[in-house]
């Protein structure tokens, strides 16, 4: 061993005895010492990124993840099955906040298993009939205790409610696990070099930077790729701003549903056809 790699072998191992034979000093000294490691291959890329995550969900609050309330995908409690399952197919989700007729408030929450559970015995039955209890939580929430209370109610969900409280936005435990672990894949997933999955022969899910060429070519259309270079791109000037997640917009004969966004752009769309044959008028 080089006297240079002696002596960072010896300074590291300062650094781990420090460490050990007392607590560290500052969170940015454990850190250090962690990436040290990681640079010496004692750990993997991956573990310390966890590390990191874990970190960070003890500083962060729910208010800085959640889903704010203009986002959610609700369910009035007076609804019926035929109201219900068009929401349910379109958006996918497993779990949705049930609203009181007023729309004024949080009244519950309803899991898809239980709806189709009831489904399979009876079509005349309301969201209210086989709702569960929401699970409440305060803006001001460290994730780490919400993390705790998740586990110890066997819930996967929670509403946020503000100062007031009223109902701010919903949080899921798996946004709470993706700030350690990083995002967690679900069924709007598909591979990196893929920009469209086809569902059906109506319905598809596309990344919004597919470019328009590619789009032109799959679907058969004619979108002018002079002034935008994605489908994203499009759907910003045509809205004149960037979308949250839920809006939607018709262009020529396609309906286009925002499934993911933040406030610089969009991420992913779901795209409907509503007319095959029809004239498309973002045609060049």
């Given amino acids: 061993m080089s006297e240079e790699n ?52 003890s500083e962060l609050r729910v208010r800085d993840i959640m889903i704010p309330r203009a986002q959610m995908d609700v369910v009035p409690q007076d609804a019926e099955l035929e109201r219900v399952f068009p929401l349910v197919v379109e958006s996918g989700h497993s779990r949705y906040p049930v609203i009181s007729d007023d729309r004024a408030e949080v009244v519950g929450i309803l899991l898809v298993k239980d709806l189709l559970a009831q489904s399979l015995r009876s079509h005349q039955f309301k969201v209210s009939e086989i709702m569960r209890a929401a699970l409440f939580v305060p803006e001001s929430k460290r994730l780490n205790v919400l993390l705790k209370e998740f586990k110890a109610s066997r819930s996967h969900m929670a509403i946020v409610v503000d100062e007031y409280g009223g109902a701010a936005g919903l949080v899921t435990i798996e946004d709470v696990l993706e700030q350690i672990v990083g995002e967690i894949e679900d069924e709007h997933d598909f591979a990196d070099e893929e920009y469209i999955f086809r569902k059906s022969e109506q319905e598809y899910t596309l990344k919004a930077i597919t470019p328009i060429e590619e789009f032109n070519e799959y679907f058969g259309t004619e979108f002018d790729d002079d002034e935008f270079d994605t489908v994203g791109g499009l759907i910003v000037h045509r809205l004149g701003h960037v979308p949250e997640r839920g809006e939607r917009i018709e262009v020529g004969p396609f309906r286009f549903t925002v499934i993911r966004a933040d406030s610089r752009r969009v991420h992913l769309l779901r795209l409907h056809r509503l007319a095959p044959d029809a004239p498309d008028p973002a045609a060049s």
Avoid: C, N, T, Y
């Fill in 6 to 57: 002696a002596g960072e072998h010896r300074s590291w191992l300062e650094r781990l005895v420090h460490f050990l034979s007392g607590e560290p000093e500052s969170r940015d000294e454990l850190l250090d010492l962690l990436r040290h490691a990681q640079k010496r291959r004692l750990i993997e890329p991956e573990a310390l990124s966890m590390i990191e995550g874990v970190l960070q969900v």
